[in-house]
């Protein structure tokens, strides 16, 4: 066991944190007034050359592993920006993977520099209104015609589609009645966000204003054979290959998330003066704040351990599924705490823990939520019956 600070890993957090540190609490407290999209943020990360650290260094990334993608988000997490900053620039690190391991050569070519140079945007059409977190029960489908395929559906929930030019889409080939596992019928287009075919509506939402999610409307749109990753029908055994990476950066997201409020907080308890005395000799005060910090350190290792596993190729689900769920926890836990910390200013948008609790919520629910986390490890770790 060696938790000594790699030189290596401390140079990510210093480059990405000078970057991270340029942006001040009021441009994020701004963009959650205004809703716009960080345009600035993403470009200084862009020209930081930060959003190909895991991309193959062939199309221009860095070819880092799942660990240097922790401690690059552990740090975008960390500084005031929320989820609005991570979501930002997240997509970038595990999205593109279906693309990397599955993509041939010419699209390779064709996609990554650009997303690596911050040319192209792009969002992920997964989730369905009528499958929910049961992804096979998707309707969206992808008709065969001359050169291509004429698609037809609907999306819930697909973020930064507002601003991104680029759309990596989970359709049907097959219908499900049709086939014989579930998982079977299903394909994955990296393609145009071609506004003629696809409606975007956002969605109004509790936090990460900035970031936009939304319902998509696709209507005849053409994709053409080129812009399919890999065999048709195999889709979700591709998307497999992105979701522990997923699980492992939303869970350092929220713990950086949580460490920040959980700064402010402890600050404020050493600073504000009632009844004679600084809040935080209060035990009632010092001792949940300590109990937070306990719970991040925590959650932080199981992070950790989960992305030494992948980076090792070594079998990582229970553990990125464990991360995710205590990270989010140990993460919300803590900005709730700051919240009650700071009594009445936690609730003043100047103090910027309530909208850290805003931001953090999310990480809770999705891509996956803690029920599901729950029934995964109950039946893949504890071999009970399969619940759903
Ligand atoms: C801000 C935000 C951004 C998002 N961005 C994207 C994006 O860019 N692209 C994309 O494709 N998706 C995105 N999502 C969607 C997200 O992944 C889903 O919301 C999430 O997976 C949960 O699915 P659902 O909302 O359909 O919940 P549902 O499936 O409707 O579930 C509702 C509740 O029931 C529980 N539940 C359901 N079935 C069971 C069961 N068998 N046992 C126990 N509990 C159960 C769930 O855990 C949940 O609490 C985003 C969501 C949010 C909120």
Redesign the pocket.
Known sequence: MDFAINPDHQSIRDGVGAVVRSFKDEYWLERDEDGKFPFEFHRAMAEGGWLGLTMPEEYGGAGLGVTEAMIMMHEVASHGGG?SAT?TVH?NLFGPHPIVVFGTPEQKARWIPRLVAGQDQC???????D????TTAIKTFAQKVPGGYKVNGQ???????QVANKIML?TRTTKLEDCKRPTDGITIFYTDLDRAKIAVTK?P????KA?D?NSIFIDDLFIPEEDRIGEEGKGFSYILHSLNPERVLIAVEAIGIGQDALRRASKYARERVVFGRPIGQNQGIQHPLAEKWMQLEAAYLLVSKAAWLYDNHLPCGAESNAAKFMGARAGYDSCLQAVLTFGGFGYAKEYHVERLLREVT?TR????????I??FIAEKVLDQPK??
Do not use: D
Request: hydrophobic share 45%.
């Open positions: 989820m979501s997509i969002c992920f059409g997964f989730t369905e209104p499958a929910g977190l049961n999306k819930v929930w697909t973020s930064t589609a989970l969605i939402k509790m936090g990460r970031v999610s999310v629910i999705a891509p996956i939520t803690e029920q599901l729950l029934s619940s759903y």
